[in-house]
């Protein structure tokens, strides 16, 4: 198998204690998807069914700002993983989201590749910049969503 090592592949795989083990996962499991630890270059916020869902115009925002989304779109059980800098999961208190910190570890695919589960994309994915998205714009955007809600 041909790795394509394009710069954002290759930042992502080097969070893994074992850049090798990323790669190898990449290419052998059947899902394709690697398992890379959250709190060294990010830590995630994992956004759960409905809201992912009502959030998504006010994460485009975040999105055009180039702030990698990890989007799952399985039907009934949407999710985004929005990358943000290592360390906010310990003062992240947003319900009903998930901060996913040091200690962590989430399955993602590797950018720019067709996935054997289609529901799975980056939208966009890493750039290898290093680039990540902004708490608080995050959070704010979180709390609107809820407010309309209410």
């Not at 990323?22 to 995630?44: K, M, S």
């Not at 925002?61 to 039907?75: D, H, M, T, Y």
């Not at 943000?84 to 992240?92: D, E, F, M, S």
Request: with cysteine; proline share 11%.
């Amino acid at each position: 198998m041909t790795r394509r090592h394009t710069a954002g592949t290759l930042w992502l795989a080097a969070a893994h204690p074992s850049p090798t083990a990323a790669w190898n996962q990449w290419a052998t499991t059947p899902t394709r998807f690697a398992v890379l630890p959250a709190g060294a270059r990010w830590d995630a916020i994992r956004i759960g069914c409905s809201l992912a869902v009502k959030a998504l115009d006010e994460l485009d925002a975040i999105e055009r700002a180039g702030a990698p989304v990890l989007w799952g779109l399985r039907e009934g059980s949407a999710r985004a993983y929005v990358l943000v800098p290592p360390g906010t999961a310990r003062a992240w208190h947003e319900p009903p989201t998930r901060a996913i910190g040091a200690g962590g570890w989430v399955a993602m695919p590797r950018p720019g590749t067709d996935q054997p589960d289609p529901g799975f994309r980056w939208e966009p994915a890493p750039d290898g910049s290093g680039r990540l998205a902004d708490p608080e714009t995050l959070r704010s955007a979180l709390r609107r969503v809820r407010e309309g809600e209410r």
